[in-house]
């Protein structure tokens, strides 16, 4: 069978357990500049369920599909990068839907391996020509990536965050997970999707974007990544709900407020305009969407409102632990700079760095490049338009080409490599 994405119906994290291959249907969309990191998202997620097995992309379109109110088709560039990535990201099976194109019923314009002009088109052409190349990829065939950052996400969570009579309608699970994301994704950092309950053990980074609903065992777990020396980084409204979706009487995050260094009060949603706040740390900037009236216990203001009703109050906590490790609590919607500072902070202080050395915040992949290493093959993918430089120390062969570096590599166009290392 198989799943698809972040479905909102169904708990994957209890179904996943019961099938014999974690599979999955990705389709994404050519008129979506964020499409490619979606899709890696997805794809994490999968590993995720799949406890960091190999999973299997069951579904893909090989260009256009027929459901969205506007179909644009793939590139045959597109399409390769799409099936790559999934390999990248742990995949031992690249699969499209569908074998021959329908001439009749829902799905007619939904375009296939050998669409309605047959054979001697531009999609089978391409399809073919990456089916060839897969089988240079055999290597990585049943080997894991190696990560050390964790992305937290729970169905439960989700259902409850977004039932009716909230203080915001805007404030938006799968929003806060894709923010959280990108800028662990620009800077080539592999993370697993997980479940707060799931092993944390092997992770210095924990990202948990919005958790409002917590049980008291997840809870502790998400607390022992401080304890014994790790990094954990909550985003806003998180903690507020037991496992029956019932609030937490007392000072949110009521689970987690000892350990960040602050507590709130009461959930403050901002006007269109937004709030200024002020940071030493990480540069003025204005807060939208979101606030929390918070205050410092013994952690620290990492950045504070400087208006409205807020003025003056924490924004952002952060506490360090006697065991070495930080808790954070973003109680805001920052602008994607200074989240990806914050991100990038968390990072650094757990020592985790991108798959090509980068630390977020050091730098990031030029724009548009992708990094994913599983196994020994480091994966690069340019999902741009425009050609870019990316200088590597090491010596690689390309196993798409047989090319050899010589200290960076070039990538064209909606380019791909699949770079091994050699000797001198």
């Known amino acids: 069978t198989n799943f698809m994405s972040f479905f909102h119906l169904t708990d994957y994290w209890r179904w996943a357990p019961e099938v014999d291959v974690v599979a999955d249907d990705s389709y994404g969309d050519p008129a979506?500049?964020?499409?490619?990191?979606?899709?890696?998202?997805?794809?994490?997620?999968?590993?995720?369920?799949?406890?960091?097995?190999?999973?299997?992309?069951?579904?893909?379109?090989v260009s256009a599909v027929?459901?969205?109110?506007?179909?644009?088709?793939?590139t045959a560039g597109s399409m390769r990068l799409d099936s790559l990535r999934a390999i990248a990201r742990g995949a031992d099976g690249s699969c499209f839907f569908q074998w021959r194109q329908s001439a009749f019923g829902a799905e007619r314009f939904h375009w296939a391996l050998v669409p309605h002009a047959g054979p001697d088109t531009q999609v089978h052409r391409g399809v073919r020509a990456h089916g060839a190349e897969?089988?240079?990829?055999?290597?990585?065939?049943?080997?894991?990536?190696?990560?050390?950052?964790?992305?937290?996400?729970?169905?439960?969570s989700w259902w409850a965050a977004e039932e009716?009579?909230?203080?915001?309608?805007?404030?938006?699970?799968?929003?806060?997970?894709?923010a959280y994301y990108r800028p662990l994704w620009r800077a080539g950092i592999a993370v697993d999707v997980v479940h707060p309950g799931g092993d944390l053990s092997g992770y210095d980074l924990v990202v948990a974007p919005q958790l409002f609903l917590v049980g008291d065992d997840d809870a502790r777990n998400l607390r022992a990544v401080v304890e014994r020396g790790g990094v954990l980084l909550l985003g806003p409204y998180s903690g507020v709900a037991d496992i029956d979706a019932h609030i937490r009487l007392g000072r949110f995050p009521v689970p987690f407020a000892d350990l960040v260094g602050g507590s709130g009060e009461e959930y403050c949603p901002l006007p269109d305009t937004g709030i200024p706040v002020s940071s030493s740390m990480l540069g003025d900037f204005t807060a939208t969407l979101w606030g929390e009236r918070l205050r410092v216990d013994d952690g620290e203001a990492v950045a504070t409102f400087g208006g409205g009703d807020l003025d003056g109050l924490p924004a952002v906590l952060r506490r360090r632990a006697p065991s070495g490790g930080e808790a954070w609590y973003v109680g805001t919607i920052p602008p994607a700079a200074a989240l990806a500072d914050i991100v990038a902070r968390c990072a650094r202080s757990a020592g985790v760095v991108g798959v090509t050395g980068?630390?977020?915040?050091?730098?990031?992949?030029?724009?548009?490049?992708?990094?994913?290493?599983r196994g020994d093959v480091l994966f690069l993918f340019n999902t741009s338009t425009n050609e870019c430089d990316l200088a590597l120390p090491e010596l690689y062969r390309d196993l798409l080409t047989g090319a050899e570096t010589t200290g960076s590599v070039r990538l064209g166009p909606r380019g791909?490599?699949?770079l091994i290392e050699r000797t001198p």
């Open 358 to 373: 980068l630390a977020p915040g050091d730098g990031e992949l030029p724009e548009g490049v992708e990094a994913v290493r």
């Open 416 to 418: 791909a490599l699949a």
């Open 32 to 61: 979506d500049a964020d499409s490619p990191m979606r899709q890696g998202l997805a794809h994490d997620l999968m590993r995720g369920l799949a406890g960091g097995a190999p999973w299997m992309l069951m579904e893909q379109a």
């Open 134 to 156: 897969l089988r240079r990829l055999d290597r990585v065939v049943g080997t894991r990536l190696e990560t050390r950052a964790a992305l937290v996400f729970d169905w439960s």
């Open 66 to 74: 027929p459901w969205r109110p506007h179909n644009l088709p793939k």
């Open 164 to 178: 009716p009579a909230k203080p915001s309608e805007h404030l938006r699970v799968l929003d806060q997970l894709l």
